[in-house]
C-alpha cells in the first residue's frame, strides 16, 4: 500500500510562515517526481510545486520566491516550506505523485489570516 500524509498546516499570520510535510510509506518518493499541490474554497486544484529525482524544483508563479519544495530520502518525507505568507495562501495543501498519482488523503489546512 502506498500513503501520503501531509502535516504541518495550521494558522499563520501574513508575513509568517509555516512549513508542511509529507510523510510516504509503502513507495520510496526518492524515484518519482513529488508535488505540493492546494485547493482554496471554490476553486480547482493547482499544482504549487515539483521537486523531481534529481532535486529539480519548479513553482507556480504565485508562490515563487517564497516557497520552497525539498526531500529528504532517508525519511521518505516531502516538504513544503512557506516563507512571507500571504491571505491567498488559503487552501487545503495535498502531497502527491506528479503523474500516475494515488489516492487523495486528507490533505492540510492552511489558513493566513491577521
Known amino acids: 500500500q502506498v500513503q501520503l500524509v501531509e502535516s504541518g498546516g495550521g494558522l499563520g499570520q501574513p508575513g509568517g510562515s509555516l512549513r508542511l510535510s509529507c510523510a510516504a510509506s509503502?513507495?520510496?518518493?526518492?524515484?518519482?517526481?513529488m508535488g505540493w499541490y492546494r485547493q482554496a474554497p471554490g476553486k480547482q486544484r493547482e499544482l504549487v510545486a515539483t521537486?523531481?529525482?534529481?532535486?529539480?524544483?519548479n513553482y507556480a508563479d504565485s508562490v515563487k520566491g517564497r516557497f520552497t519544495i525539498s526531500r529528504d530520502n532517508g525519511k521518505n518525507t516531502v516538504y513544503l516550506q512557506m516563507n512571507n505568507l500571504k491571505p491567498e495562501d488559503t487552501a487545503v495543501y495535498y502531497c502527491?505523485?506528479?503523474?500516475?498519482?494515488?489516492?487523495w488523503g486528507q490533505g492540510t489546512q492552511v489558513t493566513v489570516s491577521s
Open positions: 502527491n505523485f506528479r503523474l500516475g498519482v494515488v489516492l
Open positions: 509503502g513507495i520510496s518518493v526518492g524515484f518519482y517526481v
Open positions: 521537486i523531481t529525482s534529481g532535486h529539480i524544483t
